[in-house]
């Protein structure tokens, strides 16, 4: 049983550049979630997706946007790339969760993205 | 504004001996907690988490204490083992009734070394 995957595994751009990642749920999950890691600190959430839809959203700038496909895989696109974009890009999934409310607390690691923005 | 912390940026500890990593929050909305070690190269692992109706869980090595009042938490493992060395992030969620329901907010994480 495949866990999290994420692709690709590093990235380097440059300012100004769009990018897209990609991230594949563990099997029976159907919510995804975004998160930023910046050296040295911990995860900050960007965004999650349940049933296609955005449902929640950190403080993160709409240059920041996402999908999530019938399939329960997510991308996540970042316009106008700054230095301080570089960063590792975690995708988390989860179990269905309460009727109508998508995850379940407990969330699993996929082994990340690392952009470098130059 | 840091609503979950983690004081200790590095913890060291001899193997067989217990490991306390201690993480506090501020945001009374946080229900439920988790603990994530961190290995390099590799995406956080869950390892254990606690409900705020209870003030202890216990998973094999690992027990997590929450004392709700002191909005702290603690994962201690007993005993420790060279293999535990990562980082360790605790994370909270606000509870279902919330709107924020599945949003995790982390730590800045502790490293943890366990020498032979």
């Known amino acids: 049983d495949a866990g999290v995957t994420q692709s690709p595994t590093h990235l380097i751009k440059t300012r100004g550049q769009q990018v897209t990642l990609r991230c594949s749920p563990k099997?029976?999950?159907?919510?995804v979630s975004w998160y930023q890691q910046a050296l040295g600190q911990g995860p900050q959430f960007i965004f999650q997706?349940?049933?296609?839809?955005?449902?929640q959203r950190g403080n993160f700038p709409d240059r920041f946007s996402g999908h999530q496909f019938p399939n329960y895989s997510s991308e996540l696109n970042v316009n106008a790339l700054l230095l301080g974009d570089s960063a590792l890009y975690l995708c988390?999934?989860?179990?269905?969760?309460?009727?109508?409310?998508?995850?379940?607390?407990?969330?699993?690691f996929g082994p990340g993205t690392r952009l470098t923005v130059t | 504004d840091q609503q979950v912390k983690q004081n200790s940026p590095s913890l060291s500890v001899q193997e067989g001996r217990i490991s306390i990593l201690n993480c506090d929050y501020t945001?009374?909305?946080?229900?439920?907690f988790l603990w994530y070690k961190k290995y390099p190269a590799e995406g956080p692992t869950f390892l254990i988490s606690?409900?705020?109706?209870?003030d202890k869980n216990e998973d094999g090595r690992f027990t997590v204490f929450l004392n709700k009042s002191a909005k702290h938490l603690s994962l201690h493992i007993v005993p420790s083992q060279p293999g535990d060395s990562a980082v360790y992030f605790c994370?909270?969620?606000?509870?279902?009734?919330?709107?924020?329901?599945?949003?995790?907010?982390f730590g800045q994480g502790t490293i943890l070394t366990v020498h032979p």
């Open positions: 988390a999934s989860s179990l269905p969760g309460l009727a109508g409310r998508g995850a379940s607390y407990e969330q699993y």
């Open positions: 099997s029976g999950h159907d919510t």
């Open positions: 997706y349940y049933e296609e839809e955005e449902r």
């Open positions: 945001n009374s909305m946080f229900d439920y």
């Open positions: 606690i409900s705020s109706i209870k």
């Open positions: 994370a909270a969620s606000p509870n279902a009734g919330g709107t924020s329901y599945g949003k995790l907010t």
